[in-house]
């Protein structure tokens, strides 16, 4: 029995080795579209505006804070399936430069009234803003284009509803945004 390791080990593991089987493969990049194309899959379709950012929150003074700048991205989305959604900020996420990590927006608003999310009526284009708090030293840092990655969601049983739905979304595309100062 022991022989028989040390061939497999001599036949397989040490060729796999030496030719780099073991190492950790790179990611591809997510595939990247413009801003202001329309993308869809599943329930929705998405299309990514524009992006600014601004000394007050766009939804609310009351949830102004100090020493704060606000991102605020713009984008359409259209509900295309038969359900409402309630839902869709974890679709949309930034990363460097402006945070570490990935992170998903702090607040989303309708554009038309400047209300905080709502829903998505199924058929029903909205522009929304979904906005991230960033204090001011690192907003000074922002570029004139960011990266936005957009998330895909899996359609597949939910466990505590026992019932299917849009839910664990997965990086799918990136775009890349221009950026408007309007401090």
């Known amino acids: 029995m022991l022989l028989f390791v040390l061939a497999f080990v001599a036949a397989v593991i040490v060729p796999t080795w030496l030719f780099g089987g073991f190492e950790q493969q790179p990611k591809e990049p997510l595939p990247k579209v413009e801003a202001g194309k329309t993308v869809a899959y599943g329930e929705l379709s998405i299309k990514v505006i524009g992006a600014k950012l601004v000394d007050k929150h766009p939804t609310s003074s009351f949830d102004d804070k100090k ?40 607040d989303a608003g309708m554009v038309r009234d400047n209300s905080s999310a709502g829903s998505l009526i199924p058929g029903v284009p909205e522009t929304m803003q979904l906005i991230w708090a960033i204090p001011d030293e690192q907003a000074a840092k922002v570029g004139n284009n960011l990266t936005i990655t957009l998330q895909r969601r899996v359609w597949m049983e939910s466990f505590f509803e026992e019932r299917y739905k849009w839910m664990s979304p997965r990086p799918w595309l990136t775009v890349d945004v221009p950026v408007v100062r309007e401090t």
């Open 67 to 106: 020493g704060m700048t606000y991102l605020v991205l713009q984008a359409t989305l259209e509900n295309r399936s038969k359900d409402t959604v309630f839902t869709f900020d974890e679709l949309f996420l930034l990363g460097k430069p402006v945070f570490p990590k990935k992170r998903e927006p702090d």
